[in-house]
C-alpha cells in the first residue's frame, strides 16, 4: 500500500460490550438481553444482566426484551450477569 493511500474502511462499523471483564464483539448496534445472555458460557436459565450506570445513573436490571444500545455514546457498555436467586435449594 502506498504511503497515501488510506486503509480501505468496513463495509459496517464493529460493536463491542463486556460482560463481567470479558470482550465480546457484535456486527449490530443493539441486541436484546436475551440475545447478550445467549452467547455467555455460563449463563443459566432464569439468569438476568444488569447494565452499569453512567456518571451518577445507577446500575439497571435488565429483562430478557430490553435492547441494549452497543454504540459507544459514553463509552463501551459494560454488563454483569447476575444469577437467579434459588432460596432454600
Same mark, same amino acid.
Given at each position: +500500500? *502506498?504511503?497515501?493511500? /488510506?486503509?480501505?474502511? =468496513? #463495509?459496517?462499523? /464493529?460493536?463491542?460490550?463486556?460482560?463481567?471483564?470479558? /470482550?465480546?464483539? &457484535? #456486527?449490530? =448496534?443493539? +441486541?436484546?438481553?436475551?440475545?447478550?445472555?445467549? $452467547? !455467555?458460557?455460563? *449463563?443459566?436459565?432464569?439468569? @438476568?444482566? &444488569?447494565?452499569?450506570?453512567?456518571? %451518577? %445513573?445507577?446500575? $439497571? !436490571? !435488565?429483562?430478557?426484551?430490553? +435492547?441494549?444500545?452497543? $454504540? @459507544?455514546? /459514553?463509552?463501551?457498555? $459494560? !454488563?454483569?450477569?447476575?444469577? &437467579? *436467586? &434459588?432460596?432454600?435449594?
Amino acid at each position: +500500500m *502506498a504511503a497515501n493511500e /488510506k486503509e480501505p474502511k =468496513p #463495509d459496517h462499523e /464493529k460493536y463491542f460490550y463486556f460482560v463481567d471483564g470479558v /470482550k465480546y464483539d &457484535s #456486527d449490530v =448496534p443493539e +441486541m436484546t438481553a436475551a440475545d447478550i445472555k445467549a $452467547r !455467555l458460557p455460563n *449463563a443459566e436459565p432464569g439468569d @438476568k444482566l &444488569s447494565i452499569d450506570g453512567h456518571g %451518577d %445513573d445507577p446500575d $439497571r !436490571l !435488565l429483562n430478557d426484551t430490553d +435492547m441494549v444500545d452497543l $454504540r @459507544k455514546d /459514553k463509552g463501551p457498555v $459494560r !454488563l454483569t450477569l447476575v444469577p &437467579s *436467586a &434459588s432460596f432454600g435449594a
